[in-house]
């Protein structure tokens, strides 16, 4: 790679404050575009920039000169000019990414689908109070299955089981409503029939 393509170590100390107030307005810029955009066009944002940011150290006029997955050592990146990546990520992006930036995501892609992840995090799935109730039910009847207990433990169980449904019925006057009640009559096995039923139909 010829010697003025590189960058020089003191390029970082020579911006200028206006250079640094564009650059945060680039990030500021970038954050808003990326929250009205889908996945798919989140990461060919991030790999144009990325290109474009690369094609700048280089020394190449056209960001499409950088293959988004080719690796930055292929390109002919040494350490300097990755320190250097590192920065202008940092400043185009508003993040303070790490020292290794380029090591450990070394292709325009990878880089870009990291930033992403940081930029435009995927929302996590809110779980509903059914699939958890559903799952607990689930752990209660394999423990009374597998578990062996004196009268005192049972008859507290017991209890407490015919107190959960009483409450649960509270808000089910359709369900309370029945003329066989299993809550006082069921045996311990139809009992727990009636709780599954009751839980797996809210």
């Known amino acids: 790679l010829p010697h003025a ?13 206006s250079d640094r107030v564009a650059d945060g307005l680039d990030a500021a810029t970038l954050t808003v575009n990326l929250a009205s955009q889908d ?6 944002t991030l ?5 474009r940011l690369a094609a700048e150290i280089l020394g190449h006029q056209n960001p499409g000169t950088v293959p988004a997955i080719v690796t930055f050592r ?5 350490s300097l000019m990755a320190v250097e990546l590192r920065n202008r990520v940092g400043r185009a992006t508003g993040l303070r990414p790490a020292s290794t930036l380029v090591f450990d995501h070394p292709s325009p892609e990878a880089l870009a689908q990291h930033l ?11 779980a509903g109070p059914e699939p958890t109730l559903l799952a607990a039910l689930h752990r209660l009847e394999t423990g009374v299955d597998d578990t062996v207990m004196d009268d005192a433990t049972y008859d507290e169980i017991h209890g407490r089981l015919k107190d959960l449904i009483r409450r649960w019925s509270i808000g ?5 409503a029945t ?3 299993p ?6 096995e139809e009992l727990f029939q009636f709780l599954d039923g009751e839980l797996g139909g809210a």
């Open 179 to 181: 003329s066989a009640d």
């Open 39 to 44: 996945s798919a066009e989140q990461l060919n």
């Open 116 to 126: 992403q992840a940081l930029l435009a995090p995927e929302p996590e799935p809110e």
């Open 47 to 51: 790999i144009r920039l990325v290109q």
């Open 183 to 188: 809550i006082d009559t069921g045996t311990d």
């Open 74 to 78: 292929d390109l002919g990146f040494d």
């Open 172 to 176: 089910r006057p359709v369900a309370a």
């Open 5 to 17: 393509a590189r960058v020089a170590p003191e390029a970082e100390s020579t911006a200028t404050a």
